[in-house]
C-alpha cells in the first residue's frame, strides 16, 4: 500500500519531486539524515519540523522513506511555483487566520493511513522553536496520528559569514510520540505545548551534536 496524497496529485509526479529533492537538490547540500528508522513505515503520521530556512521544506521533502504532504504558506503557491507545489501534492494554508480547508485535506490523508509535514513555528526564523500553532497538534488529535519531531540545521546562513559551499545539513528524527485524547481547547492548547516542547527539545539535541560546524 502507498501513501494516499490529496485529491488530484499524481503519485508519479510527487515521487519526480522526492527525487530531485534527494538528487539533484542536494549537489547545494551535504545532507545527514539520522535516525530515519523511527519514522514508522506505515500508519497515519503528522511529521513536525523547525523551520529557518526556504531550503529546509525541499530537504525534508525527500528524506523520508514515505511521501509527505506538507502544509505551505500560501504565499508560495504563485507561478511556476505554486503549479509545481500543488502537482506534488502540496497544501496550501493562509497564515495567522482559520483556514480550514487545508487542515481538512490534510486530516483526510492521515485518516486514510498517509503522512502530513508541519512546521508548527508558523513561518521561518531561528528554528528554536520558542512559540507553536495549534494545527499539529489538532490534525494528530483528530486522526490519531503519531507525531515525528525532526530537527533540521545548517541551511541557515549564520549572521555576518560569507556564502557556504555546500553547507552541511543535519536532519535528526526524534522517536514518534501520541497525543493525549482529552477534549476540549485546554486540552489542544496543552497537546500544542507537548508537540512544541518535545521539538525545540531535539533542535537543542541536534545543536549540542552539530558543536561548531558550518
Known sequence: MTDP?????PPRLHDIGRWISRRPLRLFFR????HVDR???TGPVVIVANHSSMADGPILFGSFPRRVVF????????????????AIGQLAVRRGEPDRKPLLAAQKVLRA????????????????VNEAQQGAAWLARSSGAL???????????PTGTRRRFRPVVDVLVGEAFELPADKGRQALVKA????????????AELDSQRGEVR
Not at 504565499?75 to 507545489?85: D, I, N, P, R, S
Not at 493511513?113 to 528554536?128: L, Q, S
Not at 500544542?192 to 533542535?203: G, I, N, S, Y
Open 39 to 41: 519514522v514508522p513505515r
Open 113 to 128: 493511513g498517509g503522512v502530513i509535514g508541519v512546521f508548527p513555528e508558523g513561518t521561518r526564523g531561528t528554528g528554536d
Open 5 to 9: 496524497l490529496p485529491e488530484g496529485a
Open 192 to 203: 500544542t505545548e507537548q508537540v512544541r516542547d518535545r521539538l525545540a527539545t531535539l533542535v
Open 147 to 157: 507525531v515525528v519531531p525532526v530537527a533540521c540545521r545548517g541551511t541557515l546562513r
Open 71 to 86: 502544509l505551505i504558506k500560501q504565499e508560495m503557491f504563485k507561478g511556476v511555483a505554486g503549479t509545481g507545489l500543488r
Open 31 to 34: 545532507v545527514r539524515v539520522h
